[in-house]
């Protein structure tokens, strides 16, 4: 890699790592209402909107541009996408599961249903956002990145620590819902980064997240 283009490539993952995930590891919160109440998640689309920037640079920087062109769905990729929300489902129950009969209790669990129209937009709109953002953060770009950036270590290392990195950091990402959350978020990754290499397109890891944390939400509520 030549230089400016790492030094390029090095100087986006430390504005990827300090301006989004280290305060997502540091966040924690005690007062329980992390999901009690819906408004506009005006931080939240302005992460997506800067993510959508920083892939673009990086595959600009490869010689590609981020373009937005309709996408002819195959029924293949859709099983993929299908496939992945099952295990990620699967991936839950197993660590809920483990939780009960460890006897955890899970941390800030209380939620709030939304009251209104505008609050199920907001809703909507949240978890669209937070999806979407994880999705090309960790699914996409960390490692494509990382895996360059460790160019200099055998190929085997550098493939291996680009996909372990992303997801150990999106688990610890999730710290604050407690232990069974992390591990739980740490294996949904490779089910999420399996579906984005076997389909090729970010769409279909997406549309698996999003649906499984709006089910996931509606079972709590409704359960």
């Not at 892939?55 to 590609?64: I, T, Y």
């Not at 709109?125 to 770009?141: D, I």
Request: aromatic share 18%; hydrophobic share 55%; charged share 15%.
């Amino acid at each position: 890699m030549k230089k400016h283009y790492f030094l390029c490539e090095l100087c986006l993952n430390f504005l990827v790592f300090f301006a989004w995930i280290l305060p997502s590891l540091l966040f924690r919160d005690t007062s329980g209402r992390i999901f009690t109440e819906w408004h506009f998640p005006l931080s939240n689309l302005t992460f997506l909107i800067a993510a959508v920037l920083v892939c673009a640079v990086e595959l600009k920087n490869n010689g590609r541009n981020l373009k937005f062109e309709r996408h002819q769905a195959s029924a293949k990729n859709i099983l993929t996408a299908l496939i992945t929300l099952c295990a990620l489902f699967a991936l839950s129950f197993i660590s809920q599961s483990a939780a009960s009969f460890s006897g955890f209790t899970a941390e800030n669990t209380a939620i709030r249903k939304p009251g209104n129209l505008q609050e199920m937009i907001f809703c909507l709109l949240t978890f669209f956002s937070a999806a979407l953002f994880e999705e090309l953060v960790f699914r996409f770009y960390e490692p494509f990145s990382l895996k360059k950036l460790l160019s200099f270590v055998p190929e085997f290392y550098a493939a291996l620590l680009s996909e372990l990195i992303p997801a150990a950091l999106f688990a610890l990402c999730h710290r604050y819902l407690g232990l069974f959350a992390v591990s739980n978020a740490f294996f949904a990754h490779f089910a999420l980064r399996f579906c984005f290499k076997k389909s090729g397109n970010i769409f279909y890891p997406f549309a698996s997240h999003f649906a499984y944390n709006l089910l996931s939400l509606y079972t709590m509520l409704m359960f």
